[in-house]
């Protein structure tokens, strides 16, 4: 029998995508936590999670128009929230997050 004078390697060229299962979240961030009493001022005594803490917080800066209307990172704190950031007048979004750690436990 003749050999075949064709030496047809058949390569995909096409890439198989394979289905990333669903993110799950961060289990640290969904443990429920502590507020101290000068942030539960604002987000409430229960014990819930950072991300709510996050949202609530959020909530009570739209709702008190405390965004400075310039710049909308920056946040002018009244007498509530001024406890919660140690006392600073404005703090930036960034930053917040960073002083609100510390009164959850």
């Known amino acids: 029998m003749p050999k075949s004078t064709k030496s047809a390697k058949t390569t995909k060229s096409a890439k198989t995508t394979k289905k990333k299962p669903a993110r799950k979240a961060n289990a ?8 101290s009493a ?37 946040i002018r704190a009244d007498a509530a929230l001024k406890a919660v950031f140690g006392g600073k007048s404005s703090v930036d979004m960034f930053e917040m997050t960073k002083l609100v750690g510390k009164h959850l436990s």
Do not use: H
Request: overall charge positive.
């Open 28 to 35: 640290a961030f969904m443990k429920p936590m502590t507020p």
């Open 38 to 74: 000068t942030l539960a001022a604002v987000v409430g005594s229960k014990p819930i999670p950072r991300t709510e803490v996050t949202k609530r917080l959020w909530a009570y800066i739209k709702k008190n128009k405390l965004q400075d209307p310039k710049s909308k990172r920056t």
